[in-house]
DNA sequence: GTCTATAGCCAGATAGAC
DNA sequence: GTCTATCTGGCTATAGAC
C-alpha cells in the first residue's frame, strides 16, 4: 500500500477540525472528548462541525483515519535502504532511546485510541492494520536479508512477529509507566536479539 | 508483598459494587460507564451507591485496586516451583495458546484502565506498580536458574525487561487485533529465544 | 443503608438566520 | 459554511424519608 493510498484528501476546514480534535485529546482524553471541547481548540463553533461530519461518532472515526494514516507515513520512512540499515532504523525509530515529546504525545493518543479497539470493530480493524503493517514491513527486509545473505536463513515470520510485539510492548510502557530506565534496557534486549538470531555467524 | 497485604478488605456491599462495576465495564466500555449503568448490574439503586464511595472518581481508584489485586494474586500462582518450571508457567499463563474467555474479559479490562495511565497518576502508579511486579518476579526466576546452574550467566535484569515487553506486546496485540494467529508465534519465538538465551549450552 | 425525587449541569444534535 | 439559540436527555451528586 502506498503512502497515497492510505492518505485521505482532507479539505482544510476538515484539517483544522482534525488539530483541534488532536489538541483536545490531549488535554481531556477520549473519555472526555466533546464537541464543545474540540470547538474551543480552534477558530469555529461546534455547529460548523456538524457540517462537516454528520455525528460524534462519524468524526472519531474520521479522527482514527487522520492518526494512523500519520503513523503509517512516519513509519514507513527508511524501510527501503539495505537489509541491516532498514531493520536498525525501524528499531530506533520505534524503541528510541530517549522519545522526543511530539512522538510521545502521538503515542499517548494512539493507546487511548487503541484501547476503543476493543470495543468497536472499526476501531480494531484498523488497529489489525497497522500491527499487519509493521509484521509484514519488517517480515520482507528479513526475507530480503536472507536472500542477499546479510541474515541467516531464520523464519522471517515468527522473528518479525517477536520484534513487534516487543516494541509495542515496550512503547505501552513508556506512556503508561514511570518506569523510565526500562525501554532503553529493552532497546538493548531487542538489538542483541536480532544480533544473535539474525546476523551471528555460528 | 504478599497477596494478603495487596489484596484489601472489600465489605460484602462494596464488592457487589466492584462487580457490578466490571460487568458495566465490559458492557459499555471505561468512557460509556455511569453510576446509572453500575446501578443497572446489581439490585440496588444508584444513590446507594454514593453511600459508599465519595464520587466517581473515588469509586473508580476503588474499582482500579480491584483489578489490579485480581491480577496480582492470579499472576502469583506457581512462581515458587524452580526455576525451569517457574518460568514455563509465568510464560504459560502470560502468553497462552488459547485464551479462556474470563481471561480475554479480564484483560480488555485491564487495557482499557492502563489507556487512563497516560493521564491519570493514580493509575499511572498501579501500572507501573504491575510492571515492577512482572519484571521483578521474573527476574528473581532467573537469578535462582543462574544461582543452582540451571540457566546460563545472563543479565537477568536484561532479560526480564525484553520478556515482559514480548509479553505486554502480545496481550495488547490480542485484545485490539484480529490477527488470531499471532500470539501462538510470538509464544513459540519467546519460548525458543528463553530457551537459547536461558538454556542452550553451547 | 437504601430509597425516591430532583437540582444543576453539560452533552449531542438541530433550526434557521446570514 | 458558519453563526446563535435552543431542544432533549443523561450525567453527577444531594436532600430527605424510611
Same mark, same amino acid.
Given at each position: 500500500?502506498?503512502?497515497?493510498?492510505?492518505?485521505?484528501?482532507? +479539505?482544510? =476546514?476538515?484539517? !483544522?477540525?482534525?488539530?483541534? #480534535?488532536? @489538541?483536545?485529546?490531549?488535554?481531556?482524553?477520549?473519555?472526555?472528548?466533546?464537541?464543545?471541547?474540540?470547538?474551543?481548540?480552534?477558530? !469555529?463553533?461546534?455547529? +460548523?462541525?456538524?457540517?462537516?461530519?454528520?455525528?460524534?461518532?462519524?468524526?472519531?472515526? =474520521?479522527?482514527?483515519?487522520?492518526?494512523?494514516?500519520?503513523?503509517?507515513?512516519?513509519?514507513?520512512?527508511?524501510?527501503?535502504?539495505?537489509?541491516?540499515?532498514?531493520?536498525?532504523?525501524?528499531?530506533?525509530?520505534?524503541?528510541?532511546?530517549?522519545?522526543?515529546?511530539?512522538?510521545?504525545?502521538?503515542? @499517548?493518543?494512539?493507546?487511548?485510541?487503541?484501547?476503543?479497539?476493543?470495543?468497536?470493530?472499526?476501531?480494531?480493524?484498523?488497529?489489525?492494520?497497522?500491527?499487519?503493517?509493521?509484521?509484514? #514491513?519488517?517480515?520482507?527486509?528479513?526475507?530480503?536479508?536472507?536472500?542477499?545473505? #546479510?541474515? @541467516?536463513?531464520?523464519?522471517?515470520?515468527?522473528? =518479525?512477529?517477536?520484534?513487534?510485539?516487543?516494541?509495542?510492548?515496550? #512503547?505501552?510502557?513508556?506512556?503508561?509507566?514511570? @518506569?523510565?530506565?526500562?525501554?532503553?534496557?529493552?532497546?538493548?534486549?531487542?538489538?542483541?536479539?536480532?544480533?544473535?538470531?539474525?546476523?551471528?555467524?555460528?
Amino acid at each position: 500500500m502506498s503512502i497515497d493510498s492510505a492518505t485521505q484528501n482532507w +479539505s482544510t =476546514a476538515e484539517r !483544522k477540525i482534525m488539530e483541534a #480534535t488532536y @489538541r483536545a485529546m490531549l488535554e481531556y482524553g477520549y473519555s472526555g472528548l466533546s464537541i464543545s471541547r474540540i470547538a474551543d481548540q480552534f477558530d !469555529k463553533s461546534k455547529a +460548523s462541525i456538524y457540517y462537516h461530519y454528520d455525528s460524534k461518532d462519524d468524526l472519531l472515526l =474520521a479522527f482514527l483515519d487522520f492518526v494512523v494514516d500519520r503513523f503509517k507515513t512516519d513509519f514507513a520512512e527508511g524501510v527501503d535502504e539495505d537489509p541491516n540499515s532498514a531493520l536498525t532504523t525501524v528499531i530506533e525509530k520505534l524503541v528510541p532511546l530517549r522519545m522526543n515529546d511530539e512522538e510521545f504525545q502521538g503515542q @499517548r493518543v494512539l493507546i487511548e485510541l487503541r484501547s476503543q479497539a476493543t470495543r468497536n470493530d472499526a476501531f480494531r480493524e484498523k488497529f489489525t492494520e497497522i500491527n499487519e503493517l509493521l509484521v509484514r #514491513t519488517i517480515c520482507e527486509i528479513i526475507e530480503r536479508g536472507i536472500e542477499n545473505g #546479510t541474515f @541467516r536463513d531464520v523464519e522471517a515470520a515468527r522473528v =518479525a512477529e517477536h520484534i513487534v510485539a516487543t516494541v509495542n510492548g515496550s #512503547t505501552i510502557d513508556r506512556v503508561t509507566t514511570d @518506569r523510565e530506565t526500562a525501554p532503553a534496557a529493552v532497546r538493548i534486549s531487542l538489538v542483541s536479539y536480532i544480533d544473535s538470531e539474525l546476523r551471528s555467524h555460528r
